[in-house]
């Protein structure tokens, strides 16, 4: 099983940029894809951003494009999220999601990110 903790979250003014980071641990050997998501209070989970960890393919949700850039380090295992331009409706918990290749999911426990207009 492979465990997750991101950081990076924090309340920022509209305008301005934070960067999320997730390291994963334990299983790692088998991870296939990484991803983040957020959740709105009220509102669905939602796709932001992901790579398929072999290859590196990335891709990004609607919400995502042109404003946040996924990057990762494979040494440490780590994805990041460099969030620009943010404004008030990009207020969300932000989980970042494992897939391994036997297709099983794990979650970290969720960085809050408050954006202030």
């Known amino acids: 099983q492979v465990q997750l903790a991101e950081s990076g979250g924090g309340l920022v003014q509209s305008g301005g940029s934070l960067r999320l980071s997730c390291a994963a641990s334990?299983?790692?050997?088998?991870?296939?894809?990484m991803a983040w998501y957020r959740q709105a209070p009220g509102k669905e989970r939602e796709f932001v951003a992901g790579?398929?960890?072999?290859?590196?393919?990335?891709r990004y949700g609607y919400s995502a494009k042109d404003r946040f850039t996924l990057s990762r380090d494979v040494a440490e295992t780590t994805i990041f999220l460099q969030m620009n331009s943010l404004q008030p409706e990009d207020t969300a918990t932000y989980y970042c999601?494992?897939?391994?290749?036997?297709?099983?999911?794990?979650w970290g426990q969720g960085t809050q990110v408050t954006i202030s207009s």
């Open positions: 790579i398929r960890w072999t290859k590196g393919n990335i």
């Open positions: 999601k494992a897939k391994t290749t036997s297709y099983e999911d794990s």
């Open positions: 334990g299983s790692t050997f088998s991870l296939y894809d």
